[in-house]
């Protein structure tokens, strides 16, 4: 074969598979591709029931038709651990996605920035923290869409804030976002005089 026909036949090869290829290759430099949310993260997030917690001194407005799991013991001091399922926060869930809230009073002559250094380093932050707003206040996120560790999975933001004598903690766990949780937090309002500092299995 001389060279022109060479030459030829490779001009042909290169044709056929530019029309059979694929196509162009994406740049290592273009965006990322757009990630569709799965049924469960679609579920209905209107914020349409009110729950007020009978001991801990806030209420917050949520999806109708969650389930409603009453604190049944005070939330101790910091330093005691406190997940999911453990009995000393409100918790409200809705099948793959839930929202935990719990409070406790500051001691005697503790001070604010105090209490939430304690609490910030109690709970081994995770991902960026952020001040965020919680109902008229502002908090600080301490686990910012960081995988979730307990019974919901998904993904977990955990907040703290003090309010009239009293540290707050709020947790959303499961199929959740940023949007969601920084809806359901808009949603809460404080009254740290209806709290009791009584055991909540106890109360009347």
């Not at 000393?88 to 099948?95: A, M, V, Y």
């Not at 406790?104 to 081994?124: C, R």
């Not at 009254?191 to 500092?197: F, I, Y």
Request: with cysteine; aromatic share 8%.
């Amino acid at each position: 074969m001389n060279r022109t026909t060479r030459l030829a036949t490779i001009g042909i090869i290169a044709a056929l598979a530019a029309a059979c290829g694929p196509g162009p290759a994406a740049s290592s430099s273009s965006a990322s591709p757009t990630v569709t949310a799965s049924p469960s993260s679609r579920a209905n997030r209107a914020l349409t029931a009110t729950f007020m917690s009978p001991t801990m001194g806030y209420s917050v407005r949520y999806p109708a038709g969650w389930t409603i799991t009453l604190a049944s013991q005070r939330w101790w001091p910091l330093g005691h651990t406190s997940y999911w399922d453990t009995p000393d926060g409100d918790r409200l869930e809705g099948g793959s996605a839930g929202f935990r809230g719990t409070s406790q009073p500051l001691a005697p002559g503790e001070s604010v920035a105090k209490w939430m250094a304690d609490y910030i380093n109690s709970s081994l932050p995770c991902g960026t923290e952020e001040q965020v707003p919680v109902g008229d206040h502002t908090g600080t996120v301490d686990l910012n869409d960081c995988p979730g560790q307990g019974r919901l999975g998904g993904r977990v933001f955990d907040l703290a804030v003090v309010v009239g004598g009293r540290g707050y903690n709020f947790t959303m766990e499961g199929q959740v976002d940023r949007t969601f949780w920084l809806a359901m937090l808009a949603a809460v309002t404080f009254s740290p005089q209806s709290a009791t500092d009584a055991n909540p299995a106890s109360s009347p």
